[in-house]
């Protein structure tokens, strides 16, 4: 079965940078692209971005450019979003979801990951 | 940017009621829709793609329809498990958005 298995809770000081992974099993990573969500704390979804695992192309939100890098490595079938520059209003939980193309709809997510941005 | 709305914000229901949630988009976005699912501390869950396509393993009793602006959720007989936030989401034009979502409680 299609598995998303993202990296543990983070705990940064503003201004550090943070690397959240997402390792995926059960499917052909090559074949479909990773979406990056952000929720904060008692609020809704914001979509990041999205990279295709194939052609490594990207597609980022605005806001999130420049800040933000999405990579892949199929080797290891594994994601990664760098966030660089972290401010207290990044804390938030992150989601890595499999989507087959960017503007496209999500079918499986990981489970997310906290990342805590506090001096 | 597209910008999605829901209504209602939040609603109170009962097991076995029909609920139904409204989204709406700023523009036309065909059928380009998807609903999700998120009950407290859990990830989201996919329901619906392409406005209507219920996601494998998705019990009937979920149901989408709409296009172009204005799209429903419809839940025909509410279960226990049920009880959750949902959001929509255009995936017409980038950026992808979402809306704010409907907290659905007892």
């Known amino acids: 079965q299609v598995q998303l298995v993202q990296s543990g809770a983070e705990v940064k000081e503003p201004g550090a940078s943070v690397k959240v992974s997402c390792q995926a099993s059960?499917?052909?990573?090559?074949?479909?692209?990773i979406t990056w969500v952000r929720q904060a704390p008692g609020q809704g979804l914001e979509w990041m971005g999205w990279?295709?695992?194939?052609?490594?192309?990207?597609n980022y939100a605005q806001k999130f450019q420049g800040r933000v890098t999405m990579t892949t490595d199929t080797s290891t079938s594994t994601a990664y979003m760098e966030v660089r520059t972290l401010r207290p209003d990044d804390t938030a939980v992150f989601y890595c979801?499999?989507?087959?193309?960017?503007?496209?709809?999500?079918?499986?997510w990981g489970q997310g990951t906290l990342v805590t941005v506090s001096s | 940017d597209i910008q999605m709305t829901q209504s209602p914000s939040s609603l109170s229901a009962s097991v076995g009621d029909r609920v139904t949630i409204t989204c709406r988009a700023s523009?036309?976005?065909?059928?380009?829709l998807a609903w999700y699912q998120q009950k407290p501390g859990q990830a989201p869950k996919s329901l619906i793609f392409?406005?209507?396509s219920l996601q494998s393993g998705v019990p009937s009793r979920f149901s989408g329809s709409g296009s172009g602006t204005d799209f429903t959720l419809t839940i025909s007989s509410l279960q226990p498990e049920d009880f959750a936030t949902y959001y929509c989401?255009?995936?017409?034009?980038?950026?992808?958005?979402f809306g704010p979502g409907t907290k659905v409680d007892i």
């Open positions: 979801a499999r989507a087959s193309v960017g503007d496209g709809p999500i079918d499986h």
């Open positions: 059960g499917y052909s990573f090559s074949s479909y692209g």
């Open positions: 990279i295709s695992a194939y052609s490594a192309d990207s």
């Open positions: 523009q036309g976005i065909g059928s380009w």
């Open positions: 392409a406005a209507s």
């Open positions: 989401q255009q995936y017409n034009t980038y950026p992808v958005t």
